[in-house]
């Protein structure tokens, strides 16, 4: 089994990007368990996750890497033992560091999973917003992908683009960026294929 | 670190009730609560608005999520209709970055007050909990010394858990408890 972690500041497009990604993984024939976590009390995205007809584990109020890292490991840990998928997709809450949430799942790395992905999501209509009040974060989440997905093009303004373009490529340079809106099913395709590609190699 | 680097998540069950038997539109007036809620978050101080996001059912079980990042945005509603609805139960999260979990909360009740007179609905306000503030997670995967998540699916109070049934908005006095 590979594990698949999305990453991303809150809204981003993670959850639009998930559900997407499980009809991919469904028209494949692959078999996937998802992980969601909000550092809020009351989960959101898990119930919009499971209304697509998804299995979803919901770890809520508290970030899974770091404060409540135990609890991934845990619920990694049942998912597996039970279901035996063909990838673990975990929703990162959006102000984790997807370092933190493989360092806490890196001592059953090659038992409970093979291979990992790290996909972080950026939100360009926000991205200046977001250096300038939460830089740490931001930067954490940009150098800790393994693929980048800027969302949202519909809304974004050309420079708002640029920026984000710039910004990618100054934090991760030679990470692989996608462009991609959910108003355009067309532009996630790309993408979408790689990541099915990855499910599908376990 | 500073006050606007930090993000105190504050979440509330609400129930809304439509001031003529069933709600028409209930896309709508979710949207109109949120931006609502986020042009009161940004007058209030806040530095950025991370996320406000509800999830909403109708007593026939339709459903449906609502989601605002930013006012230029816009909130956006998808799921079912819920056309008719005689009530709407709204599980609300506001992640907003430069305010206090007291300023959230106080922000929250006055967006329903003010959407109450102008006659979108009435609510009661069922449970409520702010976390700690915190600034997200660094890269060292240093952070926090609190640990207080809830795994699985399993719901439990923990935190500042609060109970408003004498704060509310149409006289329904309806405490509950998600513990």
């Known amino acids: 089994m590979n594990l698949l972690l999305f990453s991303g500041f809150l809204g981003s497009g993670k959850t639009t990007l998930i559900r997407a990604f499980a009809q991919r993984l469904t028209d494949e024939g692959l078999t996937a368990c998802f992980i969601v976590n909000e550092v809020g009390e009351v989960g959101i995205d898990g119930r919009v996750l499971g209304d697509g007809g998804l299995d979803v584990y919901e770890i809520t109020a508290g970030c899974i890497c770091c404060e409540i890292a135990s609890s991934l490991v845990t619920t990694a840990e049942q998912i597996v033992e039970r279901y035996h998928p063909d990838l673990l997709v975990i929703e990162a809450s959006g102000i984790a560091a997807p370092e933190g949430v493989l360092k806490a799942l890196a001592h059953r790395r090659g038992e409970l999973f093979q291979d990992e992905l790290v996909v972080s999501l950026v939100d360009p209509t926000r991205l200046e917003m977001l250096l300038a009040v939460a830089l740490p974060l931001t930067e954490a989440q940009i150098r800790g992908a393994d693929e980048l997905v800027i969302t949202k093009l519909d809304e974004a303004t050309p420079d708002e683009l640029a920026v984000a373009r710039e910004t990618l490529k100054g934090l991760a340079p030679g990470t692989q960026v996608s462009e991609i809106t959910s108003e355009n099913p067309e532009s996630l395709l790309p993408l979408l294929g790689r990541l099915a590609t990855f499910g599908a190699a376990s | ?179």
């Not at chain 2, 605002?68 to 005689?86: F, I, N, V, Y």
């Not at chain 2, 503030?133 to 640990?147: F, N």
């Open chain 2, 1 to 179: 670190m500073t006050g606007r680097e930090l993000i105190a998540p504050y979440s509330v069950r609400l129930r809304l009730v439509p001031p003529q038997g069933e709600f028409a539109e209930p896309h709508e007036d979710i949207c109109a609560l949120l931006e609502e809620l986020g042009r009161r978050t940004e007058s209030a101080g806040a530095s950025l608005i991370g996320h406000l996001k509800c999830y909403v059912e109708s007593p026939a079980g339709e459903n449906f999520h609502g989601s605002l990042t930013s006012l230029r945005s816009g909130a956006r509603c998808r799921g079912e209709r819920a056309q008719g609805a005689a009530s709407l139960t709204v599980d609300l999260t506001a992640l907003v970055y430069g305010l206090s979990g007291d300023e959230v909360e106080a922000v929250t009740l006055a967006t329903l007050r003010q959407m109450q007179e102008q006659g979108h609905f009435e609510w009661e306000l069922n449970h409520a909990s702010t976390l700690e503030p915190e600034a997200g997670c660094q890269p060292s995967g240093a952070g926090h010394d609190h640990d207080h998540g809830q795994e699985g699916h399993h719901h439990h109070a923990h935190a500042r858990d609060r109970e408003h049934g004498h704060d509310h908005g149409g006289g329904h006095a309806d405490h509950r408890d998600e513990a």
